[in-house]
């Protein structure tokens, strides 16, 4: 598959009523790049409609966002990334994923996710901040060229507490 342009994907907030759509996306993501994320494939295989539902909404909640980047040709659901406040005026990005096949930086999938995240957190407070685990190099490095710095802060990483998650931060004046 080709990588797309811009004028291919529609990003849009998510609904409950897309809840097979995140769902399925969220298990290609748990599956693609199990590191990424604070969820396994065998946990994300448990949850029912009404858990997804939930998620789906996240979309639509004061707050929060999350984003589905849909294949205009042939509404495909190719990307996902979303936020939320980790504290009052502390907007976090979270759940990014772009189908490998939609991936790079002439496709731009990530790089129209990432501009309407950026939209949302301005309205939420002043620096978007997110945990990348630190053996995800691709993802550090897209990051850092979107503008985000490493603040000197770790975390252990949820599922493996002997690895760690850097935390990258993207003032947004």
Known sequence: MSPRTPSTVTIRRTTADDWQQVRDLRL???EDTPLAYGETLST??????DEWRSRGARGQAPHSV???AIDDA??????TMGGYLDAPGSPMLVGVYVRPGHR???ARVADALLDTVVEWARSEGSAL??????DN???????RRRGFEPTGITVPYVLDPESR???LRLPLD
């Open 28 to 30: 290609e993501m748990l």
């Open 44 to 49: 994300g295989l448990t949850h029912g409609e």
């Open 66 to 68: 999350l984003l589905a």
């Open 74 to 79: 042939t509404d495909e659901w190719v990307g």
């Open 104 to 106: 790079g930086r002439e």
């Open 129 to 134: 901040t997110l945990h990348v685990h630190e």
């Open 137 to 143: 190099p691709r993802a550090i490095a897209y990051y």
């Open 165 to 167: 998650e850097l935390e």
